[in-house]
């Protein structure tokens, strides 16, 4: 099962740079990652997340969370605490009842 087609070298060697993200787009880069093989990806995804599941039961799900969770901190150690988290929730749950009476609205139309 091929999962990428072959990818041009400067794609191959970007992980090497950390400024990567202001190197400018090339066209068959672009094309490139656009005509990768996203059903083979996604099956292969799907098959790994189904084996940790069988392997770990639901405890690996939560695991995987966490590790990704620290990892992410790691990375961004100004990350938002917890009560901006919930703030932030928050104020997406009213965004949402907003748009879902807006839509009732206009479907009584």
């Given at each position: ?6 990818v041009p070298?400067?794609?191959a060697?970007?992980?090497r740079?950390a ?5 400018r ?5 672009l ?11 996604a099956?292969?995804?799907r ?9 770990g039961?639901?405890?690996?799900a939560r695991?995987a969370?966490?590790r ?15 009560a ?13 009842r ?5 839509d009732?609205?206009f479907?009584?139309?």
């Amino acid at each position: 099962m091929e999962l990428f087609r072959p990818v041009p070298r400067c794609i191959a060697r970007a992980h090497r740079y950390a400024s990567t993200m202001q190197r400018r787009l090339e066209p068959e880069d672009l094309r490139a990652f656009a005509n990768r093989r996203w059903d083979l990806i996604a099956r292969a995804k799907r098959e790994f997340a189904a084996q940790r599941f069988a392997s770990g039961g639901p405890n690996a799900a939560r695991v995987a969370a966490q590790r990704l969770l620290e990892r992410w901190k790691s990375l961004h150690p100004d990350a938002p605490i917890a009560a901006m988290r919930d703030a932030d929730l928050e104020a997406h749950i009213a965004l949402k009842r907003k748009l879902d009476r807006a839509d009732r609205a206009f479907r009584r139309r």
